[in-house]
């Protein structure tokens, strides 16, 4: 079994920063990629961020630049920094992680239950 834990969502204000991180813990071999999604209300998940067990990182373009995605191997957790950040970053924040639980079995996909930040004025 696998479970993913969220942390670090809550209020800020415009233009400031939030770092949200994202811990699997359970059966695991191995960690392949990460990612952070993100859902706003009446809206479509959209990717965020993802990275390689490399370190090879990919984003959305509009957020480049403004997030940081990053990763503890040894901790097996994921980062996501944000800054500047904007009302319209309001969203449900999802990780996603691809983990081997078995080292001869198949990887699989896991998703975080989300964990809401909100920006205000």
């Known amino acids: 079994q696998v479970q993913l834990v969220e942390s670090g969502g809550g209020l800020v204000e415009w233009g400031g920063s939030q770092r949200l991180s994202c811990a699997a813990s359970?059966?695991?071999?191995?960690?392949?990629?990460m990612g952070w999604y993100r859902q706003a209300p009446g809206k479509q998940r959209e990717l965020v961020a993802t990275?390689?067990?490399?370190?090879?990182?990919k984003y959305a373009d509009s957020l480049k630049g403004r997030f940081t995605i990053s990763r503890d191997n040894a901790k097996n957790t994921v980062y996501l920094q944000m800054t500047s950040l904007k009302p319209e970053d309001t969203a449900v924040y999802y990780c996603?992680?691809?983990?081997?639980?078995?080292?001869?079995?198949?990887?699989?996909?896991?998703w975080g239950q989300g964990t809401q930040v909100t920006v205000s004025s």
């Open positions: 996603y992680v691809d983990i081997v639980p078995i080292a001869t079995g198949p990887q699989y996909g896991y």
């Open positions: 359970g059966t695991i071999f191995s960690i392949n990629t």
């Open positions: 990275i390689t067990k490399g370190g090879r990182t």
